[in-house]
T-cell receptor
């Protein structure tokens, strides 16, 4: 079946540090890949997505590249801010170009200190 | 545009009691999802509605969980009777057509004592 494995947290960084959160997946075919963010007390929000191999999703300074050869979709940001403190979830949909049948990773808690 | 609304935000009950959660999706969204998010885990889909019909309920524990979406708008998720392992955040999400982006509500945190 489909699965998503995320880097275990929690992750604590100082403001302006470089962020990487690793995500690898198992799926057949050509899944779509997503990163969601959950701020304290709020629901999940779509951060970025990629629907085919070598696509790069980007939003709010965050980036992730769909690497089919390594089945990875690592999240990166060059300079984190305190406001980036949240839980980040990697997810996949087994259907190309779709957000259906999402399978989520277990989440990575990020805390950014001033 | 108003987002997905859920109530209550928090609920504490004792095991074997019943509980119900309510969700109002974004206006015009045909697809509605209920997820269970246990502490330290990612959300797991329980049930998906397309309008007022069930598309996928393969992971819904049907002996104790039920859900309905009357008139294809609001939805209610019920647990009867609750077990300790049902303690989790229950998330509702909606999407325009079941293919595009899912928009999530803030969730209901259930504690079963």
């Amino acid at each position: 079946g489909n699965s998503v494995t995320q880097m275990e947290g929690p992750v604590t960084l100082s403001e302006e540090a470089f962020l990487t959160i690793n995500c690898t997946y198992t799926a057949t075919g050509y899944p779509s890949l997503f990163w969601y963010v959950q701020y304290p007390g709020e629901g999940l929000q779509l951060l970025l997505k990629a629907t085919k191999a070598d696509d790069k999703g980007s939003n709010k300074g965050f980036e992730a590249t769909y690497r089919k050869e390594t089945t990875s979709f690592h999240l990166e940001k060059g300079s984190v801010q305190v406001s980036d403190s949240a839980v980040y979830f990697c997810a996949l949909s087994p259907l190309p170009g779709s957000a259906r049948q999402l399978t989520f990773g277990s989440g990575t808690q990020l805390t950014v200190l001033p | 545009e108003a987002g997905v609304a859920q109530s209550p935000r928090y609920k504490i009950i004792e095991k074997r009691q019943s509980v119900a959660f309510w969700c109002n999706p974004i206006s015009g969204h045909a697809t509605l999802y209920w997820y269970q998010q246990i502490l330290g885990q990612g959300p797991k889909l329980l049930i998906q509605f397309q309008n007022n019909g069930v598309v996928d309920d393969s992971q819904l524990p049907k002996d104790r969980f039920s859900a309905e979406r009357l008139k294809g708008v609001d939805s209610t998720l019920k647990i009867q009777p609750a077990k300790l392992e049902d303690s989790a955040v229950y998330l509702c999400a909606s999407s325009l057509d079941g293919v595009g982006e899912q928009f999530f509500g803030p969730g209901t945190r259930l504690t079963v004592l």
